[in-house]
């Protein structure tokens, strides 16, 4: 467990058979009651939050804002906002986009820009598993019920089509910057045949995740590693600073400079709105 500026988290690795799809589960539990307003910036994941404190509000990109439980927050091309009562309680899991395809067992186009109640992805089994978590006595016996969840989804879900999930992994393993036509050739499918399978089972189109996966590796190298933003434009593939700035102001919403500001110099999937 650690704390982490008034949140207190736990972290655990899941069953060696969901690694591929995520990296870890990430509980957390905020002892004081301090409410919060922050913005969502576009991510290489797909969000499931299993709630176990008070609602929040959610809005994305393409809708109102809303009141959510336990939900899941498919990939996203632009900003969204959440605010919340405080006390939050809950376990956050980042899948990969395919590995959610998988889990969640339904198109992760039909999760483009918007988020969806866990209940009405998983049925009455997302209720059952957020009384048994809250019901559990500590945060191991929670992981592990988190991993016969998942495992008994991994043996009934959708599995990707080959073509996708290597054109999922030349994208990523580039940060977004191998060109979609390559990623065609490479895979043997027109690109029109690939934008639109890759979009059904990942979320986005390649080129659009080739922008997120670029604006994510920017985040990372301006924040944990320092670079400047002209250091970073080049490092992530875009023409100049200038097409950083823009690419930030269609993703996030702002520059580079207002998301450190809001931040305070820690960056991560969400970020304090201004």
């Known amino acids: 467990m650690q704390d982490r500026g008034g949140w207190w988290r736990a972290a655990a ?18 002892p004081v009651v301090a409410p919060s307003r922050r913005r969502t910036l576009p ?24 009141r959510y439980g336990s939900f899941a927050a498919g990939m996203h091309d632009g900003p ?10 809950g376990v956050q899991l980042d899948l990969t986009p395919l590995g959610a395809y998988t889990l969640l067992g339904l198109p992760m186009a039909r999760l483009t820009n918007v988020a969806a109640d866990l209940a009405d992805l998983c049925g009455p089994a997302a209720a059952e598993l957020t009384e048994r978590l809250l019901e559990a006595p500590g945060w191991a016996a929670r992981f592990d019920l988190l991993d016969r969840f998942l495992l008994r989804r991994l ?7 080959p073509e996708v999930g290597h054109a999922w992994r030349l994208l990523a393993r580039s940060h977004g910057t191998v060109p979609v036509g390559d990623i065609a050739a490479e895979v043997g499918w027109s690109r029109r045949h690939l934008a639109a399978r890759f979009r059904e089972q990942a979320g986005l189109a390649p080129k659009t995740m080739g922008r ?29 600073q200038a097409h950083l700035n823009r690419e930030f102001r269609a993703l996030a919403g702002c520059t580079p400079a207002e998301l450190l500001a809001a931040q305070g110099g820690d960056w991560s999937t969400t970020a304090p709105e201004p």
């Open 212 to 240: 997120v996966l670029r604006f994510q590796r920017a985040v990372e190298l301006l924040a944990r590693d320092r670079l400047d933003r002209a250091s970073a434009a080049l490092a992530c593939g875009y023409y100049d």
């Open 80 to 89: 969204g906002l959440y605010t919340h009562p405080g006390g939050q309680r």
């Open 155 to 161: 043996e009934t879900g959708p599995s990707p089509a």
């Open 13 to 30: 690795a899941p069953h060696p058979a969901l690694r591929p799809f995520l990296r870890s589960y990430q509980g957390y539990w905020e």
């Open 43 to 66: 991510t290489r994941t797909v969000v499931v939050i299993v709630n176990l404190g008070p609602p929040l509000y959610l809005e994305v990109p393409d809708g109102p804002p809303a």
